[in-house]
Every structure is written in C-alpha cells, then in structure tokens.
C-alpha cells in the first residue's frame, strides 16, 4: 500500500528540519501538517505523526535542547 505522498513530502521536511536544529523550519513544517489536516489530506494518525517529529521534537531531544540553549547563551537568533 503506497504511502499518502503528502505525508512522505512532510516527513521529508521534518526530517530536514531535525537534522538542521531548525526551529523555523520545525514549525513550518507543523503549520503545513495542521493546514492539511484541516483539508482532510491527512488522517489524525497521520498528523500526529508529523507533530511526534515537530513539536514534540523540539520539547524532549536532548541534542536539540542543547544546540538552542547554546545559541540563546552565545546571543545567536533561533533558526
């Protein structure tokens, strides 16, 4: 059974986001989940799928939390 291909493209760009430390990129990519959630283009499954790789991300990887603790301490921007 094939995948829904907007899920695949969102796992893509979330995957991308993770390995970026991108904060910017990470929400983006929720904001896109919860726009086609609302289109009916993904299954609640689905979207909480996407949110696991967004936003609970960025609230329990470790690596994460300490690349953006690093960057508030050195005054850099989130990105």
């Given at each position: ?32 989940a919860q726009m086609a959630r609302q289109l009916e283009a993904l299954t609640k499954s689905e979207f909480m799928e996407i949110n ?28």
């Amino acid at each position: 059974m094939n995948e829904n291909p907007i899920l695949e493209q969102l796992k893509r760009e979330a995957l991308y986001a993770q390995c970026s430390f991108s904060t910017e990129l990470l929400y983006q990519t929720y904001g896109k989940a919860q726009m086609a959630r609302q289109l009916e283009a993904l299954t609640k499954s689905e979207f909480m799928e996407i949110n696991h790789m967004t936003v609970y991300f960025m609230n329990t990887d470790r690596e994460y939390i300490r690349n953006c603790n690093r960057n508030y301490r050195e005054g850099r921007a989130l990105t």
